[in-house]
């Protein structure tokens, strides 16, 4: 995502919390990768994009879940697109455009993809 801060500074790439955790999970599994990264690898490879001063990672603030909820029963939602929801609710948060090739973004009209 490119999001403004409250600041006004830009970032280049933005990640949300479940999303640095779901990359985490893929990355260390056997059902993705035949030989996954061990955790402190992938950790520290995290890590090292995240001393990128471009690069931040988005964590939960105090309207996260209230967001993430009204955007549940607007759209009753449920199981596969909760992190979705949960990805857009950080992109309302903090004003910003999603970047993917998941279509099931488009359904929510508070984002721009």
């Known amino acids: 995502m490119k999001i403004r801060s409250n600041g006004g500074k830009s970032y280049l790439t933005q990640a949300p919390w479940v999303v640095y955790l779901g990359f985490i999970r893929l990355m260390t599994g056997r059902h993705i990768l035949e030989s996954p990264y061990p955790p402190n690898e992938i ?11 471009t690069v931040r990672l988005l964590k ?9 909820e009204n955007l549940v029963l607007k759209y009753q939602l449920s199981a596969g697109m909760m992190n979705d929801a949960a990805i857009v609710a950080f992109a309302i948060e903090h004003e910003g455009t999603i970047h993917s090739n998941d279509t099931d973004f488009s359904r929510f009209q508070e984002i721009d993809v």
Request: glycine share 0%; hydrophobic share 35%; with cysteine.
């Open 43 to 53: 950790i520290e490879l995290c890590a090292e994009w995240f001393n990128i001063p």
């Open 60 to 68: 939960p603030t105090e309207k996260t879940q209230s967001t993430f």
